[in-house]
């Protein structure tokens, strides 16, 4: 199941995907060294997401913060599942 996912007072997460009892939502940034938002914080605490990963244009991969972690894009169209 995929959903998009706001709140009232403006946090917003771009995909928030379900399975079973798994959470993980990404943002998709278009800057070039995306940082960690309110947004974020607010969507890990209030979805108990598993995981958060943020796609960007960018080529490397990073970490955020716990659970949050920022990909290429590039990486997501390389993918063969």
């Known amino acids: 199941q ?3 996912w706001a709140t009232h007072q403006g946090a917003e997460l771009d995909l928030l995907m379900l399975k ?6 990404v943002e998709f940034k278009r800057a070039d060294a ?3 938002t309110p947004s974020m914080r607010i969507a890990m ?4 997401l598993d995981a958060l ?7 490397k991969r ?4 716990d659970r949050i972690e920022v990909l290429p ?9």
């Open 53 to 59: 990963f943020v796609l960007y244009p960018g080529l």
């Open 34 to 36: 995306p940082a960690l």
């Open 45 to 48: 605490a209030d979805l108990r």
């Open 62 to 65: 990073y970490t955020l913060a």
């Open 73 to 81: 894009a590039e990486s997501v169209a390389e993918f063969r599942g």
């Open 20 to 25: 079973g009892d798994r959470r993980v939502g």
């Open 2 to 4: 995929a959903y998009f």
